[in-house]
């Protein structure tokens, strides 16, 4: 009698250990350790909310590095990007805090390699000729020169972060098309678009050459670029002026994060 109680009073205490065990669940896991990289449209120009620590690299807390940071609770965050930044400046300066536990990487980058900031001031500023051949140029740049740029940062990262995912995401259509809208003409704006299309697909089969994922932008902008009356980029911006054509707020929470947080 005395060893039936003691065997049920064990398959009592075993049970009960067990579903404990069921109801508490595994513990919450920390995410990957994040870093972010890349330029303006990465450090979060235009979304406000600036880090005074980051001086001239202008990076928002509102940006969609600091969104999945704050969603996800990643096992360490660091975040180099930079305003302005090209690709030889993520090699040469943003790479240091990526090593073998890194296990998510975001970036963007290409866009000042093709000469973004001139083309746009171009646009503003000159003719419809002066700005097709201004964007042609940076186009014939992309097809010959910007696959190179990007294979020397990609392999970069990989050597430093030989464990991590590595998400590039692309740049949104400035405009709407086929739409009044007062300020540059429809042939700038076509212009304009056609050359964001071709940084890309040029940046989507580079890193996939690499095993890289591509997160394409363009989607979650749709129908909300500039002349869409909702926009979620800035058009021209008199002060600060380097907010000029970079996304708002809204621009990182509803289009730059659903795409990161759905390719991380």
């Known amino acids: 009698m005395r060893l039936t109680k003691s065997l049920a009073a064990f398959a009592t205490l075993v049970l009960a250990v067990v579903f404990g065990v069921v109801a508490a669940g595994p513990a919450n896991a920390a995410g990957p350790a994040y870093v972010a990289l890349g330029d303006s449209y990465s450090a979060g120009n235009g979304a406000g909310n600036y880090d005074s620590a980051s001086g001239n ?12 940071k704050n969603a996800h609770a990643p096992s360490s ?8 930044a090209v690709t030889t400046d993520v090699t040469n300066s943003q790479l240091g805090p990526l090593n073998a536990s890194t296990g998510l990487v975001s ?23 002066d700005c097709v051949n201004r ?8 097809r010959s020169t910007l696959p190179g740029r990007l294979d020397a940062v990609y392999n970069a990262i990989r050597a430093k ?13 400035m405009y709407t098309l086929n739409v009044f809208c007062i300020g540059m003409s429809a042939t700038k704006h076509q212009k304009i678009d056609e050359a964001a299309d071709l940084i890309d697909t040029t940046t989507a089969s ?13 989607t979650t902008f749709k ?4 002349c869409s009356g ?32 759905s390719k991380a």
């Open 57 to 68: 690299c202008h990076r928002s807390f509102s940006a969609y590095p600091y969104l999945w």
């Open 206 to 218: 580079v890193a996939a050459s690499h095993g890289f994922v591509f997160g394409d932008v363009r």
């Open 77 to 84: 965050f660091s975040d180099t990007a930079c305003s302005g």
């Open 161 to 173: 972060a030989p464990n991590a995912k590595v998400v590039v995401l692309g740049y949104p259509d």
């Open 135 to 142: 964007v042609n140029t940076a186009e014939s740049y992309v």
């Open 107 to 129: 970036l963007t980058i290409g866009g000042n390699d093709a000469g973004f900031s001139d083309v746009m001031t171009t646009c503003v500023t000159g003719s419809d000729s």
């Open 223 to 226: 129908g909300h670029e500039l």
């Open 230 to 261: 909702d926009d979620y980029l800035h058009s021209l911006v008199i002060s600060p002026s380097w907010e000029s054509y970079h996304p708002t707020a809204t621009g990182h929470s509803s289009g730059y994060y659903p795409v990161f947080n």
